[in-house]
């Protein structure tokens, strides 16, 4: 293949083959929705008959006897019931494959001295080169594809199960990784001792390999979450965790590699034993099996404890005394075209998320009502955007490992990316009124995309908080089989704690900054950590009070969930956009600037919440109201409609005042004014929020340990 020579066309390259390959898979599945009695849906989870929960007494013997016979070796390699009855495989010739899948593991475990025999990022050039090299790597990935293929020929009974075409998508990973073997032997040979030629093949071979990862990674889901045995859970977590795992042993030493080709080892065995399992183990209906919504919370602890290598290798620095952590975009200042952290790193944490987000489970009926939650948290378009958000992530980090020239241009991405999948995941859980796993991950993902570096302690704390909330959850997931927690209690209390704290930021309640700032001094105190230079704080105290706004809006989303309206939805949004704006700051010379264009982010920020905001206090008010509570109904309605009215009037005096050049005193009369509208507009709010959560029953729903049928 040949590719650009220019990183930033080979991102728009891969945006392209990356979204084509999306819509292919989204095309492929909903193919068979008219012929097949079974329903499909836009992705895999979605694949299976749209089933309420069936208890088993209702369901056919022969059912029964499938179930219990799902999880027994004797059966599977007898191919007969403990009674003496032949059983259907999901697939046998598949099996066939995933026996290859092992022979592949066993090379690279005996035959490569603990060496990724991928294109790990960070590889050189010359490594390719090598002759023993490239027949190992040839042969390894010879071996995957050609098992990946059986796999895929063998899978008809699979497809007509699910009525889901999902399977369809090995064939993309097979002909990616068929690509590379052939430009693995080509490609060096004819770059030769040219510079610009190594660079194609190395920017070039960075995107397949990246696209390869995100297809193997998409491929791994279908055996988890499809299979009600621990074959299928073991296939798809070990599978889906090789790569990150050998990508972190490519930089943290050759032991690691060889738990990743172990990983491989362990996930293509069961892969062979999900596929010679009964065909009465895949799943009948669209939601998610126990087994997978265990591999979901496990999966999200795993991606953020091999993300922690990302965190904490690399991107920490001391200026003086005084220790900061610097943001996974942040180039080194004595090597030209080396990150501090190192892209394989970043890599890894992606890849590892992209399985992380496609286990997103869909409930059943009797989970729904258990959790006390009306839908699935993570689901359609949100859940692919936050797919190709992690697949721009892989293809950056490859890209930004070739440490070529040019290569600095997608190193934005190796911030935002991950970053805004977990703001993402946490405005969602939020909105559910799960801030228990929510907002720990909305709070860290603002702190990674601040630049140009912010306070070590800021990062480091708030991470650990990720992996111990991420472990809770996994242990919900076993002992109860729930994926989130219902705190509408916590969703009031954090929505008016941190109103409370951005009225204080804008009064000025943690001190004023030097008057080189005016007019934001009040907003932004750079000397609010004392014994640390105002330089050095600066970026982190400028970000605080956007942080407060933002995690307002997404804890405000869980007053509208369940409830009919959109406008907690909306305003989960707005913030996932305005968050993303939060590196843009840094972008400006000097203290003033940056302090003016992050008060330029937080106004428009709050204006547009403000309209979103008043729109969902007015439902609250009705809501309110037909609980026979008038009085506190008619209160919210009214200051609503009074801060609306203020805030027309504030609007015409901003416009008219700098629609010519203000003086001083007129600009500090509008920013008196804009301090006006906003501490007693959050005050009134503050009230109305009180208020519904009482009247709405959100402060009853506590922290409530009820046992829970479950059972995997």
């Known amino acids: 293949m040949q590719a ?52 088993d007494s209702e369901r056919p013997p022969e059912i029964h006897r499938s179930i219990e016979d799902t999880g027994s070796l004797q059966t599977i390699f007898t191919q007969t019931t403990p009674d003496g009855v032949a059983v259907e495989p999901v ?39 090598t002759e023993t090299y490239q027949l190992a790597a040839a042969l390894f990935l010879g071996l995957l594809i050609a098992g990946l293929l059986l796999q895929v020929l063998g899978s008809g009974a699979l497809k007509l199960r699910l009525g889901s075409n999902y399977s369809y998508i090995i064939y993309l990973c097979i002909a990616v990784g068929a690509i590379m073997i052939i430009n693995l032997f080509v490609g060096p040979a004819q770059a030769g001792v040219y510079v610009d030629r190594q660079t194609n093949f190395m920017s070039g071979f960075s995107i397949q390999f990246g696209l390869f990862a995100i297809l193997w990674q998409l491929n791994a889901v279908l055996y988890t979450d499809t299979s009600k045995n621990w074959f299928g859970f073991l296939a798809g977590l070990m599978n889906a965790f090789f790569i990150p795992i050998v990508a972190l042993g490519q930089i943290m030493g050759n032991g690691i590699v060889y738990i990743g080709y172990a990983f491989l080892l362990i996930g293509q065995f069961s892969t062979f034993l999900y596929w010679w399992s009964p065909l009465g183990s895949i799943r009948e209906y669209a939601r998610s099996p126990n087994k997978a919504k265990l591999a979901f919370g496990i999966s999200g602890f795993l991606t953020f404890l091999i993300g922690s290598a990302a965190v904490f290798v690399g991107p920490f620095t001391s200026i003086g005394e005084i220790s900061i952590w610097r943001p996974w975009s942040t180039l080194d200042p004595v090597q030209e075209n080396i990150f501090v952290t190192n892209p394989a790193l970043i890599f890894a944490l992606c890849t590892s998320m992209i399985f992380w987000i496609m286990l997103a489970p869909r409930l059943g009926a009797k989970e729904l009502s258990v959790a006390h939650i009306g839908e699935d948290i993570i689901k359609g378009g ?18 930004a490992g070739t440490m070529l020239d040019g290569a600095e241009g997608v190193g934005i991405w190796l911030s935002m990316a991950p970053a805004a999948v977990m703001f993402l995941m946490g405005a969602l859980y939020a909105a559910t009124t799960d801030v228990i796993t929510g907002i720990p991950l909305a709070l860290t993902s603002i702190f990674l995309m601040v630049h140009p570096f912010v306070l070590a302690d800021f990062v480091t704390i708030t991470w650990i908080i990720v992996i111990i909330t991420q472990g809770l959850l996994m242990v919900e997931t076993f002992v109860r089989g729930l994926t989130s927690y219902s705190q ?70 869980g007053y509208s969930y369940g409830r009919g309206y959109t406008g907690g939805q909306m305003l989960m949004g707005i913030s996932v956009i305005f968050a993303l704006m939060i590196p843009l700051i840094a972008f400006n010379v000097g203290i003033a600037h940056v302090a003016s264009t992050a008060a330029a982010v937080l106004l428009a920020l709050y204006a547009v919440s403000f309209v979103l905001v008043l729109s969902l206090n007015m439902n609250l008010a009705a809501e309110v109201e037909n609980t026979g509570r008038a009085f506190e109904g008619q209160y919210i309605r009214v200051s609503s409609v009074l801060g609306l009215g203020f805030g027309a009037v504030v609007a015409i005096i901003v416009f008219a005042t700098f629609s010519v050049f203000p003086t001083a005193l007129e600009i500090a009369f509008v920013i008196r004014l804009l301090v006006t509208l906003v501490v007693g507009l959050e005050i009134l709010c503050i009230i109305s929020w009180l208020v519904a959560g009482v009247r709405l029953g959100m402060m009853n729903e506590g922290f409530k340990f009820t046992k829970v049928e479950h059972q995997f």
Do not use: H
């Not at 598949?94 to 603990?114: E, W, Y």
């Not at 600066?538 to 995690?551: C, E, N």
């Open 4 to 55: 650009f020579s220019d990183p930033t066309l080979n991102m728009l390259f891969m945006i392209l083959v990356v979204g084509g390959s999306f819509v292919c898979c989204w095309r492929w599945q909903r193919g068979r929705r008219d012929s097949s009695p079974v329903a499909a849906s836009p992705d895999i989870s979605q694949a299976g008959t749209d089933s309420p929960d069936t208890a």
């Open 382 to 399: 949100v859940k692919w955007f936050m797919v190709l958000l992690a697949a721009l992530g892989v293809i950056a980090s490859a890209q």
């Open 91 to 129: 697939g046998r010739i598949s099996g066939f494959g995933a026996l290859l899948g092992i022979a592949a593991a066993v090379v690279g475990i005996f035959m490569t001295a603990g060496y990724s025999l991928l294109p790990i990022p960070t590889i050189p050039f010359v490594v390719f080169q």
């Open 488 to 557: 509408g209690a916590l969703s009031v209390i954090l929505s008016i704690l941190t109103s409370g704290l951005f009225v204080m930021f804008i009064l000025g309640g943690f001190g004023s900054g030097p008057a080189a700032i005016w007019p934001t001094n009040q907003w932004f105190n750079i000397r609010l950590f004392p014994l640390i230079p105002e330089a050095i704080q600066s970026s982190t105290v400028v970000a605080l009070p956007a942080l407060m706004l933002l995690l307002r809006n997404v804890s405000l989303a």
